[in-house]
């Protein structure tokens, strides 16, 4: 199942981080590649988008869970995204294809002897979901298909906003872009965008 680029257009997307990190994103140098083991969706750099409050409260949270914070002050800049060629979970053809990962990975698991690794119960550190994005890209890398610029999912997260809600306070969509000459541009996000 092939993926397309069916997407028209730029996306906005924001990017929580320390002040003086910011300052020098916004002059020029490149943004790092996160490459955890429990990325949520693989490794690359992440935005959350359109979403400035966000990725001002994840900032903010960082800033607080750390012993030794690498987030002094928080803050979010914002990205002009093209998302090329996305392996995009909010569609049926990416979804297929994260399954098709997923089940490589356990038919070599189980002619290995080996275990899969899970995720965490709290789901912030998701080791199987890395795991299984990372291997969409491989499968690709051996199959001499296209390399994915970006990948984007839908994620639910945090308390209902009412009872019996199918609302979450913290639901939102994550970009995680592989090729940074997808990042367009980066500016300064207005404080309005942020109270």
């Not at 979804?95 to 698991?109: G, P, T």
Request: aromatic content about 8%; charged content about 25%.
């Amino acid at each position: 199942m092939a993926l397309h680029r069916l997407h028209s257009a730029f996306v906005l997307g924001y990017h929580g981080c320390d002040e003086e990190v910011a300052e020098k994103l916004l002059s020029g140098t490149a943004f790092r590649l996160s490459e955890n083991r429990y990325d949520w969706l693989g490794h690359g750099i992440y935005f959350w988008e359109a979403n400035p409050k966000r990725g001002l409260d994840y900032a903010a949270q960082l800033a607080k869970r750390a012993t030794k914070p690498q987030i002094k002050a928080p803050t979010v800049i914002g990205a002009v995204i093209d998302l090329g060629l996305c392996l995009d979970l909010t569609t049926l053809t990416g979804i297929e294809q994260v399954k098709r990962s997923h089940d490589a990975l356990s038919a070599l698991s189980e002619r290995e002897g080996t275990e899969l690794p899970k995720n965490h119960p709290d789901l912030l550190r998701r080791y199987l979901d890395c795991l299984v994005i990372q291997t969409v890209h491989t499968i690709r890398q051996d199959d001499k298909q296209q390399p994915l610029d970006s990948v984007k999912g839908i994620f639910t997260e945090g308390k209902p906003i009412y009872k019996g809600s199918g609302f979450y306070e913290k639901t939102h969509i994550q970009i995680c872009v592989r090729n940074p000459e997808c990042i367009k541009g980066v500016f300064r996000v207005q404080d309005q965008f942020l109270t």
